[in-house]
C-alpha cells in the first residue's frame, strides 16, 4: 500500500460528512472516488463540488468497487455497526465516526470481526486527535501534568431534531451513545488509566423524541482520578463540548482544537501537529495505519472498553426508570 493513492467511498453526505472531504483535500495521496448519500440530488451536488466521480444511495454499490480500498461512515449512528461489519466483510478498511453502535453487542461484533480481517478498523473519537487534548495528552506522557478532575459539558439546543447545520435530521441523536462517548473514551485515555466506577442520572424522556434530553455522568479512573460530565439538548447558548482538566500543576481548558489555561489565557497549540483541524488529523491516522499496516490510534478495539461503560450506564438508567 506504500505509494499507490489510496481510494475512498465515503458514506453520509452531511455536515460531519463534509467536514471529512474538507480534511481530505489536505492529505496527498487520498482520492474519494464514490459518495453515498440517502437523497441522491443533494448528494450529487456535493459530490460535483469535490470532484467526486461516482454517487450512489446504497453502500453495497459502492462496496463493489474493485478498487476501492476504505471507506469512511458519517451516516446515522442506527447504522455504523452494521455498515462497518458490510465494510469489513467486503475486504474494506473503515473509519466509522462515533459512536461505533448504539449497543455493546454492536460493538462486540465489530471488534471480533476486525481481529479476524486484519483489516484497519477505526472509530472516529476525535477528541484524541484535537491539538488541544494532544497539547495535555503530550504534557500527561512526559509526567508534568496529572489528572485530578476533569469536568466535561455537553451542551446542544436539540428541542426539534436537527443537525449541526440546524436542518432536518433523518435520525434521533443520543446523549450516552454519542455525545458521552467522546468524554467516556477521552477520560480514559488522557487519565491513562480504565475506568472502574460510573454512574448516571438523567432528566425527563422528551414525549416526541424519546431520549432524556439532560444527563448528568460521573466516572472515577483505577488512579484515582475523576470526571464529571453534563450533557443537554435543552442549553440555549454556545453549541459544543467544554472541557476543564484541572490537575496537579496546571489547569487547561480545552475549546473543540483550542486551549486556554485555567485564567483563560490562550495557549498556542499550532506546533502540536501538522494541522489545527481535528478531522483531518484523525483521517490521516487512518491513512497512515493503512500504508504502514498498523494498529490506528482509536481503533475499534482500543475504544471499545468506552462503549462497555456506555452499556453500564445505560443499564443503570434502565433501572432508574
Known sequence: MS???????????????????????????????????????????????????????????????????????????????????????????????????????????VVDLQKQTGLVAMCGHTRRFNPSHQYVHQKIAAGEFNIQQMDVQTYFFRRTNTNALGQPRSWTDHLLWHHAAHTVDLFAYQANSPIVQANAIQGPIHPVLGIAMDMSIQLKAANGAICTLSLSFNNDGPLGTFFRYI???????????????????????????????????QDREFFAAIREGREPNASVARVFACYQVLHELEQKLNAQG
Open 3 to 109: 505509494n499507490k493513492t489510496i481510494k475512498v467511498a465515503l458514506a453520509g453526505a452531511g455536515a460531519f460528512g463534509v467536514k471529512h472531504l474538507d480534511g481530505i483535500k489536505n492529505i496527498d495521496g487520498v482520492e474519494v472516488i464514490s459518495l453515498i448519500g440517502r437523497e441522491l440530488d443533494k448528494t450529487k451536488e456535493v459530490a460535483a463540488k469535490y470532484g467526486i466521480g461516482h454517487v450512489t444511495t446504497e453502500l453495497a454499490e459502492s462496496l463493489a468497487i474493485p478498487e476501492l480500498d476504505a471507506v469512511i461512515l458519517c451516516t446515522p449512528t442506527q447504522m455504523h455497526a452494521e455498515q462497518t461489519i458490510a465494510c469489513l466483510k467486503a475486504g474494506k478498511h473503515v473509519q466509522v465516526e462515533i459512536p461505533l453502535a448504539d449497543s455493546l453487542a454492536g460493538a462486540q461484533a
Open 247 to 281: 490537575g496537579d500543576t496546571a489547569t487547561y481548558i480545552a475549546r473543540y482544537d483550542d486551549l486556554f489555561n485555567g485564567k483563560e489565557e490562550k495557549i498556542d497549540v499550532s506546533k502540536v501537529d501538522v494541522s489545527m483541524n481535528g478531522i483531518e488529523l
